[in-house]
Each structure stands twice: as C-alpha cells, then as structure tokens.
C-alpha cells in the first residue's frame, strides 16, 4: 500500500503569516533551529527564553513546534518540577539513554493528550521514511527541511495513576522541559544537544 503523508493547503496570505511567526527559525536554510509556540483561543506564546512562564485557561491549548532541518524534540511533562529544576548549563538528567526512556503515544494525537511521567519523555517528531508520527495528522511543510506540527491538548494522561484528566480538571501547575539533540553515537544515542527550553503553566477559570 502506498505511504500517504499529509499536506496542508493553505492561502499565501496564511503562509506568510506563518512564516513570519517563525522568522528566527527559517531565516538560515541549513540551521538546524526548533520554534515552539503555545495557543489558546487568539493568544499565542513564544518560547523565546530558556524559561517561560505562563497561565492558561482550564481549557484545551495547542502546542506548535517548528522543525528546522531536525528530526524532532523530547518533551518531559510532569507534575514535579525535578527535572524542570536543571539549569541551563546542566546536564540534562538521563540526556545519553534519551532513545530508550521515550513512551509510545497515539499515531497522530489520536487522543488529543499530553503523557505526563515522572520518569519518561516523550519524543515528537517526524521522519518521512514513516507514515505516521505524534503530531495531529495534519503536517504543515514549508520548504526543504522545514515544517510546522501541532498538538492539540484536550487532555493528560497520567502514567502512574494510567489516569486521563481533562484540563478543565487539572488543580495544579504543569512542568515541560524540551531538548532536542544535535548528534549522536555510533549506537544512535544522543551525545550532544543544540537547543533547551523550559515551560511552567499554571492555570485560571475561564472567566477569570
């Protein structure tokens, strides 16, 4: 059976305000760059520094990430705050066996979920040799080596507890740490990383 990947259409108007919301990482074709934005309703969030700190709504929220000539980016989301505590000149803890503590997730955010762990990471990204990834299913590509994919938060699955909480449910502040490597072994585990965020989000009613 053929591989179908998903393209999005979309009107020049919207491209070039796409492009433009990711200047700093396209501007340079080979650069190997990551660009992550949080949306909820009109809002959208940049995470330009290495820590962002931020209050949602108790409602659904999306996660774009921009993949510049990179496979893709781990992604730690907890409730403890043991490893959003590194700093940004610390090792990552369990940086080296990063391959081996990813959890598998829905092909396309079937569920619309974040996995929250507090030992595992997840790993979103995109491989064309595949038909499949983590992302929602729609893909948006921009030029050789470029793309935008998005995640769609409804809801967190909790590993421990192999609980689902709607957001609307969640009563307490949400840590993400992100790393995305540069290269790697002989094995094909990582040895070097290029880029590091860090994201707090705590939460208010909707009618706040």
Same mark, same amino acid.
């Given at each position: 059976?053929?591989?179908?990947?998903?393209?999005?259409?979309?009107?020049?108007?919207?491209?070039?305000?796409?492009?433009?919301?990711?200047?700093?990482?396209?501007?340079?074709?080979?650069?190997?760059?990551?660009?992550? %934005?949080?949306?909820?309703?009109?809002?959208?969030?940049q /995470?330009?520094?290495?820590?962002?700190?931020?209050?949602?709504?108790?409602?659904?929220?999306?996660?774009?990430? /921009?993949?510049?000539?990179?496979? &893709?980016?781990?992604?730690?989301?907890?409730?403890?705050?043991?490893?959003y505590?590194? &700093?940004?000149?610390?090792?990552?803890?369990?940086?080296?066996?990063?391959?081996?503590?990813?959890?598998?997730?829905?092909?396309?955010?079937?569920?619309?979920?974040?996995i929250?762990?507090?030992?595992?990471?997840?790993?979103?990204?995109?491989?064309?040799?595949?038909?499949?990834?983590?992302?929602?299913?729609?893909?948006?590509?921009?030029?050789?080596g470029?793309l935008?994919?998005?995640?769609?938060?409804?809801?967190?699955?909790?590993?421990?507890?192999?609980?689902?909480?709607?957001?609307?449910?969640?009563? %307490?502040?949400?840590y993400?740490?992100?790393?995305?490597?540069?290269?790697?072994?002989?094995?094909?585990?990582?040895?070097?990383?290029?880029? %590091?965020?860090?994201?707090?989000?705590?939460?208010?009613?909707?009618?706040?």
């Amino acid at each position: 059976m053929a591989r179908s990947i998903c393209f999005m259409s979309l009107p020049g108007k919207s491209l070039v305000v796409l492009l433009l919301l990711f200047v700093p990482a396209v501007f340079f074709a080979q650069q190997k760059d990551i660009s992550i %934005r949080v949306v909820q309703d009109d809002a959208a969030h940049q /995470l330009n520094e290495f820590e962002t700190h931020l209050v949602l709504k108790r409602e659904g929220f999306k996660i774009q990430v /921009l993949l510049s000539n990179v496979e &893709g980016v781990y992604v730690f989301a907890s409730f403890g705050d043991s490893v959003y505590k590194t &700093g940004q000149n610390e090792p990552v803890p369990g940086f080296n066996n990063l391959p081996n503590m990813a959890m598998a997730e829905e092909e396309f955010n079937k569920n619309k979920e974040m996995i929250i762990s507090d030992g595992g990471w997840s790993y979103w990204f995109y491989d064309p040799e595949l038909n499949w990834h983590r992302f929602n299913k729609k893909l948006v590509f921009l030029d050789s080596g470029k793309l935008v994919g998005v995640k769609s938060i409804k809801q967190l699955y909790l590993v421990t507890d192999k609980e689902e909480v709607k957001v609307k449910d969640i009563d %307490r502040p949400l840590y993400l740490f992100f790393v995305a490597v540069a290269e790697e072994d002989e094995k094909g585990m990582p040895v070097k990383e290029f880029i %590091r965020k860090k994201l707090m989000i705590e939460w208010k009613n909707g009618d706040d």
